[in-house]
């Protein structure tokens, strides 16, 4: 397999963007992508999106080549991939096949979301479907009520507190202030969550990732052309995909995601390293709890000691491992499509050296963490300065 | 608008009556009709009458409410285990949000769950609710 290396990165503004349609957002982050990575467009020879539903949130299905089209890539091939909140991990797994294989050298892989367009309500119902439809929806379940029957039986099984999970929101908004893309630029308490109004007890309003518009797209390449784009390319190291019941009633232990443990064994394996030597990751906090059960199922802690993991600060920007200097999910903003590709572009950024007052200092190694729906899907990928 | 009716009625016995999927190579039970069992792959399913009794596995209470439930008000959501195993997910009704447990015994409840539109067809199936009786409650 050829090796794959990331030579430009685009981002949005994440937020409310009243001021701009699906394919605006999309454009503008493909386009400082292309430039980030000195590349004309007539280069890029297929595009990758992510987009879990533009046709719930915006009335268009078929984004992919309209996308492909307001970008001018002309007839290139144009790929849309759909694994709800994990859909541009996927898609970038998907584009990092299709260069390893030697069908493409050069590819623009992107995602995008525009959810302001509906109100809250809708927004909630169009998330369920990243679940069960006829199983779990149907008699009622959200994805944050989901999220929610994981957070009780954890707290019941290893003692795991409110508070700590609190813990995870406050760091992310922290983190967000650094980050002048991130839609929650302010800091919060552990009280304040806690004094929030309930969406699905016992997880509070400022224990949810937030509904977002915003876009995300990088060019991948070949590693042996990378150096004809940038002085810094970043080489993908690992990668790692698995899937699991797509209702959470069907599995055996509802506080481990199988499939985080899964693909993380894959993504270390191809990358040869251990959970010890990543120096910063972007995990999928789309909710509080599932940030504390990833540090666990990760292999960054014990299995139950995640709680702890945040309490003691060790996924601090300066701690053991830096977790979401982004803002994450929760704060950098969530729009559903776009989010594993933002995910890749803050490693990018940190691996460069390029993240500013968020910077984690000497970082070799990173990786991300995306997920869709209850964790039926998982997506995980390792990047390093060096090649393997 | 496409209508649902077919959907609901292919659901519906099952989700009155609370059939379940029964695998005769391995003994895994699910809710809903599956014709490959996700645990062993074996073909040899069959339709088996789920224990209508069962306990709370996980439970949360919804406040913020999805769109097709505007008006309903909280309310409880499980992961409810029935007695041979088998787990689904089930509103908990006849219960404050403040008395839900887990382990807390319960039992089927056959109820409204929705409608298509203000004139459409309504929607069926299981609720679960706690066992009051002493004759019902399940030992340990």
């Given at each position: ?135 779990e929806?149907?008699f009622g379940l959200t994805?944050p009520a989901a999220f929610a029957l994981i957070a009780r039986r954890h707290f019941v099984q290893?003692?795991t507190k409110p ?35 309930i969406v699905s007890d016992p997880l509070h ?43 959470l009633h069907?599995?055996?232990?509802i506080t ?33 709890i ?99 | ?51 209508q009794v069962g306990a709370v596995y996980s439970y949360t209470v919804v406040h913020a409410l999805?769109?097709?439930k505007?008006?309903y008000g909280a309310y409880i959501m499980a992961i409810v285990e029935l007695e041979?195993?088998?787990r689904l997910t089930a509103e908990i009704v006849d219960c404050e949000p403040e008395d839900v447990k887990i382990g807390m015994p319960v039992e089927l409840a056959f109820r409204?769950l ?11 199936g299981y609720k679960f609710r706690p066992i009051i009786a002493q004759?019902h409650t399940k030992?340990g």
């Amino acid at each position: 397999m050829r090796e794959v290396a990331l030579v430009g990165v685009g981002m949005t503004k994440f937020g409310e963007r009243w001021d701009k349609q699906l394919r605006d957002l999309f454009v503008e982050a493909g386009n400082e992508a292309l430039k980030d990575a000195n590349m004309g467009r007539d280069e890029v020879q297929a595009l990758f999106v992510g987009n879990f539903s533009a046709g719930s949130f915006v009335g268009q299905e078929h984004v992919a080549p309209l996308l492909a089209d307001y970008l001018s890539l002309k007839s290139k091939p144009a790929f849309r991939v759909e694994s709800a909140c994990a859909s541009s991990g996927m898609a970038f797994n998907l584009a990092c096949m299709a260069i390893a294989s030697g069908m493409y050298d050069i590819v623009m892989v992107g995602g995008v979301e525009k959810m302001t367009d509906i109100s809250a309500p809708e927004a909630t119902s169009v998330h369920t479907k990243a679940m069960d439809a006829e199983w779990e929806s149907f008699f009622g379940l959200t994805l944050p009520a989901a999220f929610a029957l994981i957070a009780r039986r954890h707290f019941v099984q290893y003692g795991t507190k409110p508070e700590q999970l609190a813990m995870v929101s406050v760091k992310n908004h922290r983190n967000a202030t650094k980050n002048p893309l991130a839609q929650f630029q302010f800091e919060i308490t552990v009280e304040r969550v806690l004094a929030s109004p309930i969406v699905s007890d016992p997880l509070h309003v400022l224990d949810c990732s937030p509904v977002t518009d915003g876009a995300a797209a990088v060019v991948l390449c070949s590693a042996d052309i990378a150096k004809k784009y940038t002085d810094t390319p970043i080489y993908v190291l690992g990668l790692g995909v698995a899937s699991d019941s797509i209702a959470l009633h069907d599995r055996p232990d509802i506080t481990t995601l199988n499939a985080v443990v899964k693909a993380s064994r894959q993504a270390y394996n191809m990358a040869k390293i251990e959970p010890k030597d990543v120096d910063v990751a972007e995990l999928h906090d789309s909710f509080t709890i599932a940030e504390i059960v990833s540090y666990e199922d990760l292999g960054f802690c014990e299995k139950g000691k995640g709680g702890l993991m945040i309490q003691e600060g060790e996924t601090e920007i300066g701690g053991r491992i830096p977790v979401n200097p982004s803002g994450g999910l929760k704060a950098r903003g969530n729009p559903i499509g776009a989010t594993g590709i933002a995910q890749v572009v803050e490693i990018v950024k940190q691996l460069r050296g390029e993240a500013g007052k968020r910077q984690v200092s000497g970082a070799e190694i990173g990786m991300t963490q995306n997920i869709g729906g209850s964790a039926s899907t998982c997506v995980i990928h390792v990047f390093g300065r060096q090649k393997r | 608008m496409m209508p649902k009716s077919p959907r609901i009625w292919q659901l519906a016995e099952r989700r009155y009556r609370l059939l379940g999927s029964k695998c005769t190579a391995c003994g895994k039970t699910s809710i809903g009709p599956r014709s490959v069992c996700p645990t062993c792959g074996s073909e040899k399913i069959e339709t088996v009458q789920l224990p209508q009794v069962g306990a709370v596995y996980s439970y949360t209470v919804v406040h913020a409410l999805p769109a097709e439930k505007e008006g309903y008000g909280a309310y409880i959501m499980a992961i409810v285990e029935l007695e041979d195993g088998t787990r689904l997910t089930a509103e908990i009704v006849d219960c404050e949000p403040e008395d839900v447990k887990i382990g807390m015994p319960v039992e089927l409840a056959f109820r409204m769950l929705g409608q298509e539109s203000e004139h459409g067809i309504i929607y069926y199936g299981y609720k679960f609710r706690p066992i009051i009786a002493q004759a019902h409650t399940k030992q340990g």
